[in-house]
């Protein structure tokens, strides 16, 4: 990032930034301190003695370093960025200028997160990812807090906590650890068929992203965009990432989750730390407020997406993080997102989902953060100007000046006075009804949507997700638990749940009440994802002593100049000896890392090298089971024979492409455009053993 690309948030930020290079040692109150390593003893051998104020304040400091973690999402990244309309195309609809002003740069904090796990869970477990936006704008700050997956698992508010209960590890022994795959949450999906839509995505490879810049992000809810007469239109929020929706599979996921649980906070620092930065595009769906009524599920319920192809997506800008926190702690953990966090503008709907969520975010921040200043932390005060009449509590941090903490005043010049027509006006609605516990019939329909999303799945896409119910229910130890679930899929579709029952042993359903709709969205598949870069994609090299060194040299200059990062991978660390004599430093020791930490593998020629790796069961097992996980496969002369021995056959048109020595430049375009692929999921695997 160069200075230009300063945002006036970041420069707020330089206010609390402390730079401790160069400096003294001293307690909180700014005395120096001679000694930390050896507490005040009375002798050399005797007890510790309380005229020790350094120990004390250190160790007291220690005792209280903690904070509840989220009691949801409390695993998560974050980075800081910006947001840029592309142009002011949205200004008849909204009064928000971070929408509509071209070129304004408003910046943003982002942080990604996994929901049911907890602060030191793994990144790549079976999940909804959070995308929770927070634009400092100069209207004040809006906080966009959506997820990776358009819906959600419930229709009301009031049933988050039974949900997150049931999700969370059991409450007898605090087992599983960051695991829908188990007893309660299931029991809890058969007993509220409003679930299934969302269950359905979480079954799929959404739910394991390969990246937070490759997942696309969703405000999820029906909002509002209110324009300067206050007139509303009701809008959808999505991100899209511009590398493209990748997924990891299965197997892969979790075997990161032990090689390195910080796989997807590890992707996205380093990317911002190459330079690489992650972008996406804000989209919105718009809907008249006259066509309320117009479709087939109620829009207030956010257990439904409209289809793409009923209300095409209307881009408006783009996002981009480029700067790293400098302290996890800091800005990562004390970020406060709350869904009434809006600008004028932009206004709620009674969807009953998101009238809960405006009571518990504010609530939430009140205990994890210790009270209501929290807006004060540095990462979460606004760029625009604050002035109200809230005074004390915990942690104040500002010095309002003047004896009136009230209003009307007529001492300290009357102010801060209200904007008088000029501040955040709420959307004008006339309501009026009869007190009611009742849900509307209008919510009533849970399968048409999961139908629509089996029937827009490809062939593999659709292996996947019966492999994951199979996973999931396999887990599950009450059996009427596991026949209840396949009796909801049934309404979903007769073959999907016969498959889910044949791989779980209960008894396959009958007919389901009602046939499969038929009907589709093909853009909730992620077949048909453009193949069109290599940026930032992880390719291994695997090496030993007589590699051909120039092959490698030039093949990993190649694949670095279209973005790639590209690793040397030997038995050992440090360097081995080309062919030529030549020296090739080495990335990583085998050992120390795997195969699902790459997108690619490339084995290059080079006899004394490829015969040592042919007796090295790493470096084997290393090839299988990156085709077995459907990775782009690249061999060079003599390198080939490690494939056989993987049993990984030649296949050009599957993502596995082998060369003789000479045609090396066919051989390149071959192997990008087989990792720009991302994966080959329709290959034969089962008889890999890896
Ligand atoms: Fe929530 C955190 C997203 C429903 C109550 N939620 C939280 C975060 C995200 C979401 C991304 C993490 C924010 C961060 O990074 O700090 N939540 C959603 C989405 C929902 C949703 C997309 C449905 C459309 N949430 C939801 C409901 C409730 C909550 C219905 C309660 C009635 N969510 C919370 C919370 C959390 C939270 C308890 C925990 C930590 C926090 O707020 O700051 O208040």
């Known amino acids: 990032m160069t200075s230009?690309?300063?945002?006036?948030?970041?420069?707020?930020?330089?206010?609390?930034?402390?730079?401790?290079?160069?400096?003294?040692?001293?307690?909180?109150?700014?005395?120096?301190?001679?000694?930390?390593?050896?507490?005040?003893?009375?002798?050399?051998?005797?007890?510790?003695?309380?005229?020790?104020?350094?120990?004390?304040?250190?160790?007291?400091?220690?005792?209280?370093?903690?904070?509840?973690?989220?009691?949801?999402?409390?695993?998560?990244?974050?980075?800081?960025?910006?947001?840029?309309?592309?142009?002011?195309?949205?200004?008849?609809?909204?009064?928000?200028?971070?929408?509509?002003?071209?070129?304004?740069?408003?910046?943003?904090?982002?942080?990604?997160?996994?929901?049911?796990?907890?602060?030191?869970?793994?990144?790549?477990?079976?999940?909804?990812?959070?995308?929770?936006?927070?634009?400092?704008?100069?209207?004040?700050?809006?906080?966009?807090?959506?997820?990776?997956?358009?819906?959600?698992?419930?229709?009301?508010?009031?049933?988050?906590?039974?949900?997150?209960?049931?999700?969370?590890?059991?409450?007898?022994?605090?087992?599983?650890?960051?695991?829908?795959?188990?007893?309660?949450?299931?029991?809890?999906?058969q007993l509220q068929p409003e679930t299934t839509h969302m269950m359905m995505w979480l079954m799929s490879d959404r739910a394991l992203p390969r990246s937070f810049r490759m997942m696309q992000g969703f405000g999820v809810h029906t909002f509002r965009l209110v324009n300067e007469e206050g007139v509303g239109t009701f809008v959808k929020f999505h991100w899209t990432p511009k590398l493209g929706k990748r997924s990891l599979v299965w197997d892969e996921t979790q075997k990161i989750a032990g090689k390195d649980p910080d796989f997807n906070r590890r992707d996205l620092w380093e990317s911002i730390e190459m330079g690489a930065y992650p972008e996406w595009e804000l989209g919105v769906q718009l809907v008249p407020e006259e066509d309320e009524f117009a479709f087939d599920f109620d829009l207030l319920d956010a257990t439904k997406i409209i289809p793409e192809e009923r209300v095409p997506l209307r881009p408006v800008g783009r996002l981009v993080l480029n700067r790293n926190p400098d302290n996890f702690f800091a800005e990562t953990e004390q970020v406060a997102f709350h869904l009434a966090n809006v600008v004028p503008g932009i206004d709620f709907t009674n969807d009953p989902l998101l009238q809960g969520r405006l009571f518990?975010?504010?609530?939430?921040?009140?205990?994890?953060?210790?009270?209501?200043?929290?807006?004060?932390?540095?990462?979460?005060?606004?760029?625009?100007?604050?002035?109200?009449?809230?005074?004390?509590?915990?942690?104040?941090?500002?010095?309002?000046?003047?004896?009136?903490?009230?209003?009307?005043?007529?001492?300290?010049?009357?102010?801060?006075?209200?904007?008088?027509?000029?501040?955040?006006?709420?959307?004008?609605?006339?309501?009026?009804?009869?007190?009611?516990?009742?849900?509307?019939?209008?919510?009533?329909?849970?399968?048409?949507?999961?139908?629509?999303?089996?029937?827009?799945?490809?062939?593999?896409?659709?292996?996947?997700?019966?492999?994951?119910?199979?996973?999931?229910?396999?887990?599950?130890?009450?059996?009427?638990?596991?026949?209840?679930?396949?009796?909801?899929?049934?309404?979903?579709?007769?073959?999907?749940?016969?498959?889910?029952?044949?791989g779980i042993g209960v008894e396959p359903p009958g007919a389901p009440s009602r046939p499969n709709h038929g009907r589709s969205s093909p853009a909730l598949s992620m077949d048909h994802e453009p193949a069109d870069t290599i940026a930032t994609r992880k390719i291994a090299f695997l090496v030993a002593d007589g590699v051909d060194a120039s092959q490698v040299r030039c093949l990993m200059t190649e694949l670095t100049l279209r973005g790639a990062v590209c690793e040397t991978l030997a038995a050992h660390g440090g360097v081995v000896r080309g062919a030529g004599g030549e020296d090739v430093m080495v990335t990583r020791a085998m050992p120390t890392t795997a195969s699902v930490l790459y997108d690619a593998v490339m084995v290059p020629g080079g006899r004394e090298s490829v015969r040592a790796l042919a007796e090295d069961g790493d470096a084997v097992h290393f090839v299988s089971e990156a085709y077995k996980h459907g990775k782009a496969v690249g061999a060079i002369g003599e390198g080939a024979e490690l494939l056989d021995l993987a049993r990984v056959a030649p296949d050009a048109a599957r993502g596995v492409i082998v060369t003789g020595e000479a045609d090396t430049e066919g051989f390149l375009e071959a192997f990008v455009r087989a990792v720009a692929a991302h994966r080959f999921p329709r290959r034969a695997t089962r008889p890999v053993p890896a």
Do not use: C
Not at 45 to 63: A, C, L, Q, S, Y
């Open 4 to 189: 230009d690309d300063r945002t006036a948030k970041d420069r707020q930020l330089d206010a609390a930034r402390v730079d401790k290079r160069d400096s003294v040692l001293t307690t909180d109150q700014g005395i120096p301190v001679d000694d930390t390593d050896n507490s005040l003893k009375a002798g050399e051998r005797g007890p510790t003695i309380m005229d020790d104020f350094h120990f004390r304040e250190k160790v007291t400091h220690f005792d209280h370093e903690r904070i509840p973690e989220r009691v949801v999402h409390a695993r998560g990244s974050g980075a800081y960025g910006y947001f840029e309309p592309y142009d002011d195309s949205l200004a008849t609809l909204t009064k928000a200028r971070f929408l509509t002003t071209p070129g304004l740069r408003t910046p943003v904090f982002v942080r990604f997160s996994t929901v049911a796990g907890s602060r030191g869970s793994a990144d790549t477990v079976r999940d909804v990812r959070g995308f929770a936006t927070k634009f400092y704008t100069e209207e004040g700050n809006y906080d966009l807090v959506g997820n990776n997956m358009p819906v959600f698992f419930i229709q009301d508010g009031v049933k988050f906590p039974d949900f997150v209960h049931a999700v969370k590890p059991e409450p007898d022994n605090e087992i599983p650890q960051a695991s829908s795959a188990h007893d309660t949450l299931w029991d809890f999906v």
């Open 360 to 502: 518990s975010y504010l609530d939430t921040q009140l205990i994890r953060l210790g009270g209501p200043n929290f807006p004060q932390i540095p990462v979460n005060r606004p760029i625009a100007a604050v002035h109200n009449y809230h005074r004390d509590a915990y942690h104040q941090m500002r010095i309002d000046k003047g004896e009136a903490a009230y209003h009307p005043n007529s001492l300290d010049g009357g102010g801060p006075t209200p904007a008088d027509g000029a501040g955040y006006q709420h959307y004008q609605e006339k309501v009026d009804g009869w007190k009611i516990k009742k849900r509307s019939e209008s919510f009533a329909d849970h399968y048409g949507q999961a139908t629509l999303f089996w029937n827009s799945m490809s062939d593999w896409e659709r292996e996947h997700i019966v492999a994951a119910f199979r996973f999931e229910l396999g887990k599950v130890k009450a059996r009427h638990v596991q026949e209840g679930v396949v009796r909801n899929l049934n309404e979903v579709d007769h073959d999907l749940a016969v498959l889910v029952a044949e």
